[in-house]
């Protein structure tokens, strides 16, 4: 035995309590991060098989055979109904960002190999709605990433766009099923049918959608291995596999392509390494409550669930259709879509997507605000709000259109933020007023951790005393977000990186 410092019934009633703090994870109110299946006896079927094997390392799958078995399993699932062959193979990751990290890696790996010694920088080639993931697998492997604009109308990509954009250095296509942004169901098989024959890889990121597209009710054009030029996809068991965070399967086609993904090294004086994935030492209780998941529903069981998300994201647009000056953007196919302001309507008709989801938080709602973008062509890409929709919504919502059209109404005809308005007040609040902001603008991402401290508090999204409460965010998100768009890039992000660390300040409350 040990003496333990505190009773353990303390240290939960705790971390219940600061769990209390947290946005809802289940219910339906938060329509974006948390997919709730709306059946707790899945969540308490995930939580005892992820318990059961808490103690295992999923390094190992030759040690912890249990793992092996796991993996094969929830692999073959994904391919089953991801329309692969015997040719098809795959790895169980942490989640979408490392399946698509990964993509790139077994995509570049390939590329090299068949140019051995060459010293260019190979590219990516992917519609400006792709994932941040591959901006963040383009930086970590150092691979370019060319990003193809899509019609600010509709947020799809054009083929031809793409086919110009191909070359003999292009290690990847990249297209999205459905895209995040707008619900964009990319032109899977006409973008394979140009990369096929130039012998070029094409991956499909179904991170959010794969689990919901191929049990979505409504037929849809191919999207995933039924096409052949399709060389791998990722698809996100922690989205609608309703599997806790941490699980996401990579399948590719063809067992050497996919060797490419392994790092192996006996360079060393301890064990041999051999990592399909980028962690050493992983948990397997992820993949265990993917599998267990798997194992009760069949694929019954997820055409039953996806069958509720679909009848809910229905009715939700033709909700938000019905709202006079909003509109949904283009033709989303799966359980999401975003939604912008409908400028054929007088202004005074007008509804800004940022207001109205502020309004539809202030009544226990979270939508998710995203930017507005000018591409390189110079297109815009409007400012838009983001839903995805779960099983759980359907269950409520009387409660949800209500709270929409409730949303709607209160900020009817109330002009969008004016981005460059929001920086001069900031400017304006600095001790060095415009000058600071602009000396700021000019290092960017330069700018050192206590000048951007400084930056943030005087946009009010920073507490006085070194960290905490700038970890709740402000009521109103229009005004950051316009913020967002109008400074430049490169302050943004290092901003967001200095709020995001502040969050996070050591605390010595433990001795
Ligand atoms: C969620 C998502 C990712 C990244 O997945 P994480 O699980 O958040 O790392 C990649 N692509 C798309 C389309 C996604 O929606």
């Avoid at 059961?52 to 390392?57: I, R, T």
């Avoid at 993931?133 to 060319?146: C, S, V």
């Avoid at 993949?287 to 998300?309: D, N, V, Y």
């Avoid at 913020?483 to 430049?488: D, G, I, M, N, Q």
Wanted: net charge negative.
């Amino acid at each position: 035995m040990i003496d333990l410092r505190r009773e353990a019934s303390d240290i939960l009633s705790d971390l219940e309590a600061l769990r209390a703090g947290d946005a809802p994870t289940h219910g339906g109110r938060v329509l974006s991060y948390v997919y709730d299946s709306g059946v707790p006896e899945l969540d308490d079927l995930a939580a005892a098989a992820a318990r059961l094997v808490q103690p295992v390392n999923g390094l190992d799958p030759t040690t912890f055979t249990s793992v092996a078995a796991l993996e094969a399993g929830v692999v073959g699932f994904a391919r089953t109904v991801f329309g692969g062959d015997d040719d098809v193979v795959g790895s169980v990751t942490s989640g979408g960002t490392e399946s698509c990290l990964l993509a790139v890696k077994s995509a570049r790996d390939a590329w090299r190999s068949a140019r051995l010694g060459t010293p260019r920088v190979p590219r990516i080639v992917a519609p400006v709605t792709v994932h941040a993931a591959f901006h963040k697998a383009a930086h970590y492997l150092g691979l370019e990433l060319d990003l193809v604009p899509v019609d600010p109308a509709t947020g799809a990509p054009a083929v031809a766009a793409i086919a110009e954009r191909l070359g003999d250095d292009v290690a990847l296509v990249v297209v999205s099923a459905p895209s995040y942004p707008f619900a964009s169901l990319d032109p899977v098989a006409d973008v394979a049918a140009i990369t096929a024959v130039r012998g070029i890889a094409l991956h499909v990121d179904a991170c959010i959608g794969g689990f919901a597209l191929a049990f979505w009710p409504d037929r849809l054009p191919a999207w995933d291995f039924s096409v052949p030029g399709v060389m791998s996809l990722s698809a996100d068991l922690h989205k609608y596999g309703y599997a806790p965070k941490g699980v996401s399967v990579l399948l590719t086609r063809g067992r050497d392509r996919q060797r490419h993904q392994y790092f192996a090294t006996t360079a060393w004086p301890g064990y041999p390494v051999v990592n399909p994935t980028m962690t050493g030492s992983k948990p397997a209780g992820p993949l265990a409550a993917a599998w267990a998941i798997i194992e009760a529903l069949g694929e019954p069981g997820f055409a039953e669930l996806t069958g509720r998300a679909a009848r809910a994201t229905t009715a939700l647009r033709s909700c938000v259709e019905h709202i006079e000056g909003l509109r949904v953007i283009g033709a989303p196919a799966g359980p999401l879509f975003a939604v912008a302001t409908d400028d054929s309507v007088p202004v005074e008709r007008r509804v800004d997507p940022h207001h109205w989801a502020d309004a539809a938080r202030a009544s226990g709602w979270h939508l998710q605000l995203q930017p507005g973008l000018v591409q390189a062509d110079g297109g815009r890409l409007p400012h838009t709000t983001h839903l995805t929709v779960t099983p759980v919504t359907e269950a409520v919502l009387p409660e949800l259109t209500a709270a929409l059209d409730d949303a709607a109404e209160r900020v009817r005809g109330v002009p969008p933020v004016d981005g460059s308005a929001v920086a001069a007040g900031l400017a304006a609040a600095l001790p060095g007023g415009a000058g600071a902001l602009e000396a700021a603008a000019a290092v960017g991402g330069g700018l050192d951790s206590d000048n951007a401290a400084a930056l943030l508090r005087a946009a009010g999204l920073l507490g006085d005393a070194g960290a905490p409460d700038g970890g709740a965010l402000p009521a109103q998100l229009a005004p950051v977000l316009a913020l967002v768009e109008a400074l430049p890039g490169a302050l943004t992000e290092r901003l967001l990186i200095e709020l995001l660390a502040r969050v996070v300040e050591p605390q010595s409350s433990i001795e």
